[in-house]
C-alpha cells in the first residue's frame, strides 16, 4: 500500500472515527438513562464495550493479513456505522448491550488495523512522523466530536447525534474505498533466512529501511518473547494510568477542585488541542532522533506532570498548561511507541503483535478503575492519582529496562 497517497485519506477516517466516538461519549449515559435502565444494567451495558476492546484485537490483526488493510478498515467502519445506527432506533436493553460490544470490537479493530498500516507502509524515517499525523487526526476528532454533540443535544432528540456520528462512518467508508493498494513484494531469500534468524534467536532488524539512511541495524538481546512481553506491559500500564485519568478527573474537579462542568470540559478540550498540534512534529522528532523509546518515555514523564500539577493546584491557568503538557506527553508517547513496534518487528508478524498488545492493554483500562474505585473507598480521591503517578512511573521503568537492551550500530 502506498502510505503517502494514502495517508490523507487515513487521516479522514481516523478523524471522522474518533469525533464520532467523542460525540457520544458524553451523551451516552443520558441516552441509555432515557429508556429507564437500572443503574445496574447500564454498568453491564458500559462495561460491555471494554469487553470488546479487550477481545478485538487478536481478530482484527487476522483480518488485517487475510483481507489487507483496505478492506479490514472499510469491515470495521461498516460495524462502527451498524452499531452507532442500531443505537439511535433500539429500544431493548439486550441489543444495547450487543452493539455495544460489537462496537468496542470496531474501535480496537480500526486502532490496529490503522497502526499495522502505518508499521507495514512507512520505514524507520517516517514512522513516527506518519503515526503523529494519525495521532493529530484523532485529536482534532477528541476536540470537535463533544462540542457538535453537545449543540446539537440542544436543539434536538438525543437520537440525532448518533445519526450523525452513522453518517460520518459511512462517509469514513468512503474514504477507506478510496485507499490506493498495491500488491506486496515477494519475500527474497535473503529477507526468510533474516525472519528466521530473528524469530529463534534475538531480533537484528530494522524493516522497510530506507536506502539513504546510514542505520545498518538494531541489535536487542530481548527474544521475541521478551519483546511481546516487554511492549504489552508498558501498554497495559499506560492504558490504565489513561483509564483512571478518563475515569477520575471529572470527579477531582468538582470534588477537590470545586470546578463546574464548563471548565472541567474545557480542560479535555485543551488537551485534545495540545495533541492535535503537537503530534507531527513530535513524531518528526521521533524519526530524527531515532531513540523512540527515549521519547516514549519522555511522553509518560510529561503525563506525569500534567497529573501532579492538578494535584498541586486548583487554579484553572496552572492547570490547563499541565493539560497543555499532558497532550504533548500523550503524543510523544502514541507517535513512537508504534512507530518503535513498526522498526523492530518483522511485516509478517507485526499485526498480530499489535492486535495482541492492544488487545492486552485494554485489560488495563477494566481493572485499574476497579482499582482505583477501591483506593477511593478506603482513602480519598487524592490518592486514586497517586495511584495514576505509581502506573506511570512503572510504565518509564519498564522502557527503561527494554532501552538499554537495545543497541543500534552505524556506518
Same mark, same amino acid.
Given at each position: 500500500?502506498?502510505?503517502?497517497?494514502?495517508?490523507?485519506?487515513?487521516?479522514?477516517?481516523?478523524?471522522?472515527?474518533?469525533?464520532?466516538?467523542?460525540?457520544?461519549?458524553?451523551?451516552?449515559?443520558?441516552?441509555?438513562?432515557?429508556?429507564?435502565?437500572? *443503574?445496574?444494567?447500564?454498568?453491564?451495558?458500559?462495561?460491555? /464495550?471494554?469487553?470488546?476492546?479487550?477481545?478485538?484485537?487478536?481478530?482484527?490483526?487476522?483480518?488485517?493479513?487475510?483481507?489487507?488493510?483496505?478492506?479490514?478498515?472499510?469491515?470495521?467502519?461498516?460495524?462502527?456505522? @451498524?452499531?452507532?445506527?442500531?443505537?439511535?432506533?433500539?429500544?431493548?436493553?439486550?441489543?444495547?448491550?450487543?452493539?455495544?460490544?460489537?462496537?468496542?470490537?470496531?474501535?480496537?479493530?480500526?486502532? @490496529?488495523?490503522?497502526?499495522?498500516?502505518?508499521?507495514?507502509?512507512?520505514?524507520?524515517?517516517?514512522?513516527?512522523?506518519?503515526?503523529?499525523?494519525?495521532?493529530?487526526?484523532?485529536?482534532?476528532?477528541?476536540?470537535?466530536?463533544?462540542?457538535?454533540?453537545?449543540?446539537?443535544?440542544?436543539?434536538?432528540?438525543?437520537?440525532?447525534?448518533?445519526?450523525?456520528?452513522?453518517?460520518?462512518?459511512?462517509?469514513?467508508? @468512503?474514504?477507506?474505498?478510496?485507499?490506493?493498494?498495491?500488491?506486496?513484494?515477494?519475500?527474497?531469500?535473503?529477507?526468510?533466512?533474516?525472519?528466521?534468524?530473528?524469530?529463534?534467536?534475538?531480533?537484528?532488524?530494522?524493516?522497510?529501511?530506507?536506502?539513504?539512511?546510514?542505520?545498518?541495524?538494531?541489535?536487542?538481546?530481548?527474544?521475541?518473547?521478551?519483546?511481546?512481553?516487554?511492549?504489552?506491559?508498558?501498554?497495559?500500564?499506560?492504558?490504565?494510568?489513561?483509564?483512571? /485519568?478518563?475515569?477520575?478527573?471529572?470527579?477531582?474537579?468538582?470534588?477537590?477542585?470545586?470546578?463546574?462542568?464548563?471548565?472541567?470540559?474545557?480542560?479535555?478540550?485543551?488537551? *485534545?488541542?495540545?495533541?492535535?498540534?503537537?503530534?507531527?512534529?513530535?513524531?518528526?522528532?521521533?524519526?530524527?532522533?531515532?531513540?523512540?523509546?527515549?521519547?516514549?518515555?519522555?511522553?509518560?514523564?510529561?503525563?506525569?506532570?500534567?497529573?501532579?500539577?492538578?494535584?498541586?493546584?486548583?487554579?484553572?491557568?496552572?492547570?490547563?498548561?499541565?493539560?497543555?503538557?499532558?497532550?504533548?506527553?500523550?503524543?510523544?508517547?502514541?507517535?513512537?511507541?508504534?512507530?518503535?513496534?513498526?522498526?523492530?518487528?518483522?511485516?509478517?508478524?507485526?499485526?498480530?503483535?499489535?492486535?495482541?498488545?492492544?488487545?492486552?492493554?485494554?485489560?488495563?483500562?477494566?481493572?485499574?478503575?476497579? @482499582?482505583?474505585?477501591?483506593?477511593?473507598?478506603?482513602?480519598?480521591?487524592?490518592?486514586?492519582?497517586? /495511584?495514576?503517578?505509581?502506573?506511570?512511573?512503572?510504565?518509564?521503568?519498564?522502557?527503561?529496562?527494554?532501552?538499554?537492551?537495545?543497541?543500534?550500530?552505524?556506518?
Amino acid at each position: 500500500m502506498d502510505i503517502r497517497r494514502n495517508l490523507p485519506l487515513l487521516m479522514t477516517i481516523c478523524f471522522l472515527s474518533q469525533m464520532g466516538g467523542f460525540m457520544i461519549l458524553p451523551l451516552f449515559p443520558l441516552f441509555i438513562e432515557e429508556f429507564g435502565l437500572s *443503574g445496574w444494567m447500564m454498568g453491564v451495558i458500559f462495561a460491555l /464495550f471494554y469487553v470488546g476492546k479487550v477481545i478485538g484485537g487478536v481478530p482484527a490483526a487476522a483480518i488485517y493479513k487475510r483481507l489487507g488493510g483496505k478492506r479490514a478498515l472499510i469491515l470495521m467502519l461498516l460495524l462502527l456505522a @451498524v452499531c452507532m445506527g442500531g443505537f439511535a432506533v433500539s429500544t431493548a436493553a439486550v441489543l444495547f448491550g450487543l452493539l455495544r460490544l460489537l462496537q468496542g470490537l470496531a474501535s480496537t479493530g480500526l486502532t @490496529v488495523v490503522v497502526r499495522s498500516i502505518i508499521g507495514d507502509g512507512g520505514n524507520v524515517d517516517n514512522r513516527g512522523l506518519y503515526n503523529g499525523y494519525i495521532s493529530s487526526s484523532e485529536g482534532g476528532g477528541m476536540v470537535l466530536g463533544p462540542v457538535i454533540s453537545g449543540w446539537l443535544a440542544l436543539h434536538w432528540p438525543l437520537s440525532v447525534p448518533f445519526l450523525l456520528v452513522t453518517l460520518c462512518c459511512l462517509m469514513a467508508v @468512503v474514504a477507506a474505498m478510496g485507499m490506493k493498494t498495491t500488491a506486496p513484494p515477494l519475500p527474497s531469500a535473503t529477507s526468510d533466512t533474516l525472519y528466521s534468524k530473528a524469530t529463534d534467536t534475538s531480533l537484528i532488524y530494522r524493516s522497510n529501511q530506507a536506502p539513504e539512511s546510514t542505520t545498518i541495524g538494531q541489535y536487542t538481546k530481548l527474544t521475541r518473547r521478551q519483546q511481546l512481553l516487554g511492549y504489552g506491559t508498558v501498554h497495559f500500564l499506560e492504558m490504565s494510568a489513561y483509564a483512571v /485519568f478518563l475515569t477520575y478527573f471529572a470527579l477531582y474537579a468538582a470534588h477537590i477542585m470545586h470546578w463546574d462542568p464548563f471548565a472541567t470540559s474545557l480542560a479535555f478540550t485543551v488537551s *485534545g488541542i495540545s495533541t492535535l498540534a503537537a503530534a507531527p512534529f513530535v513524531g518528526y522528532l521521533s524519526d530524527r532522533l531515532g531513540d523512540r523509546l527515549l521519547l516514549c518515555m519522555l511522553g509518560m514523564f510529561l503525563i506525569g506532570i500534567e497529573v501532579v500539577v492538578f494535584l498541586s493546584t486548583s487554579s484553572h491557568l496552572w492547570v490547563y498548561v499541565g493539560m497543555l503538557i499532558g497532550g504533548v506527553g500523550g503524543a510523544c508517547y502514541m507517535d513512537s511507541f508504534f512507530a518503535h513496534i513498526g522498526d523492530h518487528i518483522p511485516d509478517e508478524s507485526r499485526s498480530s503483535v499489535i492486535g495482541k498488545i492492544v488487545s492486552a492493554a485494554e485489560i488495563g483500562s477494566i481493572v485499574s478503575p476497579l @482499582v482505583a474505585a477501591l483506593l477511593m473507598e478506603v482513602g480519598s480521591l487524592y490518592s486514586v492519582f497517586v /495511584f495514576n503517578l505509581v502506573l506511570i512511573a512503572a510504565a518509564i521503568v519498564v522502557q527503561a529496562v527494554m532501552r538499554g537492551r537495545y543497541k543500534t550500530k552505524r556506518v
